[in-house]
T-cell receptor, first 115, second 113 residues
Framework: DADVTQTPRNRITKTGKRIMLECSQT?????MYWYRQDPGLGLQLIYYSFDVKDINKGEISDGYSVSRQAQAKFSLSLESAIPNQTALYFC??????????????FGPGTRLTVL | GNSVTQMEGPVTLSEEAFLTINCTYT??????LFWYVQYPGEGLQLLLKATKADDKGSNKGFEATYRKETTSFHLEKGSVQVSDSAVYFC????????????FGKGTLLTVNP
């Protein structure tokens, strides 16, 4: 079974609709992240959470919100979707234990299309 | 701030050819360096990493050496296979408790039989 899962894997919606993307992990990691991938732009950080009570904005948080329901669950919401939010969205987790590595592990991605 | 620059693709090679994908970085302190691979239709997978200068990361025949003097972390493989066709991302994580991964824009590799 995958350590980091995302649902749905694909979603097509219309402008103005509210959308929630979900992420679950079984790695036991404290840190979780949401990224957006656009062609030719690499990945950009939307939000990150170091634990259930610690949520922070990333580079491109406008138009997005998140909820950390439990250590293992981190949801991304688009309150009113717009076409330029069409992208591939990735969840990631990491376990910072005081070392310098803090490797991030990624889910399979959600492809979102806003019409 | 931190930044990563990797060679633009696409890169097209024949099977068994030698691969190099260049990656250079700008960072303060002592970053950790990573290569991630994204196969078609899939998420990013960690390919290899290095956490300090002169470390060599290796996995699946791929190698990269953390060169602090040239601020580089070039990805190499001696003999590529069709199954290596993917997008490769170089990334760095700042030193200490700095959480943030900074990614390059990715390089598309296509290997033909």
């Amino acid at each position: 079974d995958a350590d980091v899962t995302q649902t749905p894997r694909n979603r097509i919606t219309k402008t103005g609709k509210r959308i929630m993307l979900e992420c679950s992990q079984t790695k036991g990691h404290d840190r979780m992240y949401w990224y957006r991938q656009d062609p030719g732009l690499g990945l950009q950080l939307i939000y990150y959470s170091f634990d259930v009570k610690d949520i922070n904005k990333g580079e491109i948080s406008d138009g997005y919100s998140v909820s950390r329901q439990a250590q293992a669950k981190f949801s991304l919401s688009l309150e009113s979707a717009i076409p330029n939010q069409t992208a591939l969205y990735f969840c990631a987790t990491s376990d910072y234990s005081g070392g310098s590595t803090d490797t991030q592990y990624f889910g399979p991605g959600t492809r979102l299309t806003v019409l | 701030g931190n930044s990563v620059t990797q060679m633009e693709g696409p890169v097209t090679l024949s099977e068994e050819a030698f691969l190099t994908i260049n990656c250079t970085y700008t960072a303060t302190g002592y970053p950790s360096l990573f290569w991630y691979v994204q196969y078609p239709g899939e998420g990013l997978q960690l390919l290899l990493k290095a956490t300090k200068a002169d470390d060599k990361g290796s996995n699946k025949g791929f190698e990269a050496t953390y060169r602090k003097e040239t601020t580089s972390f070039h990805l190499e493989k001696g003999s590529v296979q069709v199954s290596d066709s993917a997008v490769y991302f170089c990334a760095l994580r700042g030193g200490g408790s700095n959480y943030k991964l900074t990614f390059g824009k990715g390089t598309l590799l296509t290997v033909n039989p």
